[in-house]
């Protein structure tokens, strides 16, 4: 399987990028320019790629997974295949921005005449003469960057590369859906998407396809719609309080903690600033949401590996506590995709051989502990999970790194394989994998099979088990059941498509 590195790619917001500026690689007779990597030198021979360790607001990069190949086992094809792919590159997402980033980048223009002070730290001096590379807040924060859809599109055509015989049965049949939430950020990723998997554009309906050709499918974001929505987070009440609470109240210790030597060196140097906590967080976050509208980023070079490992994990804990395994109703809400899609999987005729959905950064990880993926508590016998995660120190051996989780266009793949039945020392012909941004990561107590894959009957077993665990949407939501939209379901590839209310 080709690697998707090469989906790092982008241009300058306002006019076209030079070549000369950006590195043109060729992946299966595929030009794709990508973002440079922000390398710090280490010890290390290959470095320290920044751009790596940034959780939600890494450029897409393939995740190095459990180093098993990427390609489908020997005498394996891939039969049936579907993805749930978090929107591409924005400007910045709305809550970073206010709470981080505009906070700072007003104390930076407040400075005035002092800026000439950051001259006293070489790594900070470009602030001298720094503006942001948010312009207009109205119409760019939450919405892609010129980088986000060629990103997009480039994935498409990679993808298209991966399942050659599937992309042409796609291409010869009357339909072909792909299915997107309503925000815009996931259409605009979803387009581009459809036209590299094709070469041409899609139609976009709100319902399910009836004419020829590609078709992107709206799916509606209401919150009236129980499990039966792509953005299924945004009904139970408890999550938002859970979300708000928890993810942002361990993130926020492990900050206060981690940046105390960076503002100490800071401070020495640039005392009339007086750095903060949150400054020092608005500054590493700024190194990516610069990275993928400008292509590069002075302040990634601000920092040293240490200093990125320590945002990282601050991200790691927020996303652990808020969406992970430390958010009690994180399964519930994968388990609607993973039961829609296990039906896909085993069904005799599926309706189309690949399916696509775009939704938003919180849809993958809530997968991922559906199906007990990158579950700490695996290593760890103690019985309180997220002792896993402590606020005072990094878990440097924790499953749960977010900057191979969900970067942009991050995504979660489970693929049924086919396979010879000659295979020795295997006793069945179908197969089950899970791939998260290439990668295949093995299920666990479920990879008896090639590659570490799982029987197509035991995963039908498996996801019954976590199903029957999980799978009350409707009661452990808190949702009246009395409701007329109260499911447990995801139905939109069966054609049950809520509609999204002209705008």
Known sequence: ????????????????????????????????????????????????????HLAGISPYFDSPGVSLP???????????AAYIIRHSNIYANDFDYEQYIQPFTQKVFDFGSQRQNFSALPQLAFLANWSTPITNATEQVEKLTPSGETSAQALGKLIAGLYPQLIETASNASVFNVWTSEAERAIDSATPFIEGLFGKSPNVQNTTATSAGPTLVRVSDNETLSANTLVPHVRPVSFWTWYLKFGSNQSMTWINTYTVPIIQRFNVAIPTFNFTALDIYAMQQLCGYETVITNSSEFCKAFEPDDWLGFEYANDLMYWYSLGYGQTLSPTLGIPWLNATTALLTSPTPSQPLYFSFTHREEPPFILTALNLFNNSAYSANSNINSTMPTTEINYLRAWKTSEILPFLGHVALERLECEPDIPSFTTDSYVRALVNSAPIPIPGCQSGPGASCPLGEFMRYVEERSQTYGDFVGLCGIDSGSGNATNTLGIYQGNVPQVPDS
Not at 23 to 40: A, F, K, Q, S, Y
Request: charged content about 15%; aromatic content about 4%.
């Open 70 to 80: 990427k390609q489908p086992p020997p005498s394996c094809h891939v039969r049936t």
């Open 1 to 52: 399987m080709t690697t998707l590195l090469a989906l790092l790619i982008t241009r300058t917001y306002a006019t076209p990028v030079s070549r000369a500026l950006l590195n043109i690689r060729n992946v299966d007779g595929v030009e794709i320019p990508h973002v440079r990597p922000e390398v710090l030198g280490t010890n290390s021979t290959e470095g320290f790629n920044i751009l790596e």
